[in-house]
């Protein structure tokens, strides 16, 4: 009887030192994962947030189609130009106080020197942008969301542009209590609700809501 005593006793401590191991390292590995995937996926969010950018740029508006981001990126081409400072005469001025000179216009010329390929400029002539749409972890299946369009502020209207990843497909494997209390994160030091993303539908916003922590975290 003393011996099961002693086996029972044995099984319980086993068991409260692995809780106890469990309550301890979980949170720590939970987040060791959490911080090499979110990398990944905010490398894939960046290529989306520069090609974004440059649409915008040359066409004057962002687009919510990850096919028509590829071919703009496959085909699109930023004009290399060079600004001069120039100045010339106010004529009109001039007549107006009897003078011949006196009043100069200060003037800007751009010239165009050629053009580059968005891609060559972008990503180092790399075909990474093809795979941006795709969420980088191993074993899930899940597509970034994609979305653009226009809002009014202060009676202007302005293009803007979302991309976004749910936690849950990233995170899915892990934890699920640990991954609730992430989706409910409010921190500066947190990648902020349920969504990694870049670019607002609700404002006039290009940036990621991620800290800067994880702009140095390598993959892994």
């Known amino acids: 009887m003393k011996l099961v005593i002693q086996i029972v006793l044995w099984i319980v401590i086993i068991f409260l ?5 469990s309550s301890v390292n979980g949170p720590v590995k939970f987040n060791e994962i959490k911080e090499a ?3 990944k996926v905010i490398k894939n969010l960046k290529d989306i947030q520069a090609a974004q950018l440059a649409h915008k740029e040359i066409t004057g508006k962002f687009t919510g189609s990850f096919d028509s ?3 703009f990126i496959d085909t699109a081409q930023f004009a290399v130009i060079q600004r001069r400072d120039t100045s010339y005469a106010d004529v009109a001025k001039n007549k107006a106080f009897g003078i011949d000179e006196g009043y100069y216009i200060e003037s800007t010329l751009i010239d165009t020197l050629g053009f580059t390929p968005v891609k060559d400029s972008l990503y180092a002539g790399t075909d990474r942008y093809k795979n941006m749409m795709n969420v980088p972890i191993e074993g899930v299946d899940a597509k970034v969301e994609l979305r653009a369009g226009k809002i009014s502020k202060s009676d202007a209207t302005y293009s803007v542009f979302e991309a976004r990843v749910a936690k849950n497909d990233i995170l899915n494997d892990l934890d699920k209590d640990l991954l609730k209390q992430e989706n409910q994160v409010q921190s500066v030091d947190g990648v902020n609700g349920a969504y990694i993303k ?4 609700d404002d006039v916003n290009t940036a990621g809501n991620w800290p800067k922590i994880y702009d140095s975290v390598k993959d892994k």
């Open 17 to 21: 030192g692995w809780k106890l191991y």
């Open 37 to 39: 995937r979110y990398a």
């Open 69 to 71: 981001l590829v071919r």
């Open 198 to 201: 870049v670019g607002s539908m």
